[in-house]
């Protein structure tokens, strides 16, 4: 089955010790979404990419970067975790951006800082 | 900016009886999609719904409808004949065509009572 896949699906980190998350798709989807989810909140949008294209939110600290070597696959780095960094972090993929079928989500990395 | 609101954090229904759970948002877009996304407990966030705003009748699936107001920027869910596996969080969520991604409110967790 066409699907968005997460690694690790939880993920312990020292405070300060880069980490890097992965996402995968079988879906041939354009566009592919990082967001960053606390606990009963929103999720909120890091940066996205349609295509190689990347796109940053104004307020994504610098400490998170994101590489997309190529369709299928995209990563987030986080430089120097902090406490505040530990959440779980949701990779989505949509077709097109001019025509939303929605997202398809994977089952998300949740990230421990200790 | 564009943001979302959902101003029930958390509502219960006994199982068989229909709950509706509300959403307002606010975009300066003309074209744009709404959603609703249900994420059970710890598991993958799925697409329940989706609303183009162009189109004046409401989209339903299955057991779910959507009553959408646009001039009054309102889009809530109506799920009938409640059952257990509808426990769950469930997210509204406004997609810019033009930026290419969704904005999500704070979400809504949802309870079906046997």
């Known amino acids: 089955d066409a699907m968005v896949i997460q690694n690790p699906r939880y993920q312990v980190t020292q405070f300060g010790k880069p980490v890097t998350l992965s996402c995968s798709q079988t879906l041939n989807h354009n566009v592919m979404y990082w967001y960053q989810q606390k606990s009963s909140q929103a999720p909120k949008l890091l940066f996205h990419?349609?295509?190689?294209?990347?796109?940053n939110e104004a307020d994504t600290p610098d400490n998170f970067q994101s590489r997309r070597p190529n369709t299928s696959f995209c990563f987030l780095d986080i430089r120097s975790p902090g406490l505040g960094d530990a959440a779980m972090y949701l990779c989505?993929?949509?077709?097109?951006?001019?025509?939303?079928?929605?997202?398809?989500f994977g089952s998300g990395t949740r990230l421990t800082v200790v | 900016a564009q943001t979302v609101t959902q101003s029930q954090p958390e509502m219960s229904v006994q199982e068989a009886e229909t709950v509706t759970l509300s959403c307002t948002y606010d975009t300066s877009e003309n074209n744009y999609y709404l959603f609703w996304y249900k994420q059970p407990p710890s598991r993958q966030m799925i697409l329940v719904i989706r609303q183009e705003a162009y189109k004046q009748q409401n989209a339903t699936e299955n057991r779910f409808s959507v009553n959408f107001q646009k001039a009054a920027k309102s889009f809530s869910l109506k799920i009938s004949d409640s059952q257990l596996g509808d426990t769950a969080m469930y997210f509204c969520?406004?997609?810019?065509?033009?930026?290419?991604?969704?904005?999500f409110g704070d979400g809504t967790t949802l309870t079906v009572k046997p």
């Open positions: 990419y349609y295509d190689k294209d990347f796109n």
């Open positions: 989505a993929t949509s077709r097109d951006p001019g025509q939303s079928d929605g997202y398809t």
């Open positions: 969520a406004c997609y810019n065509t033009n930026a290419g991604k969704s904005t």
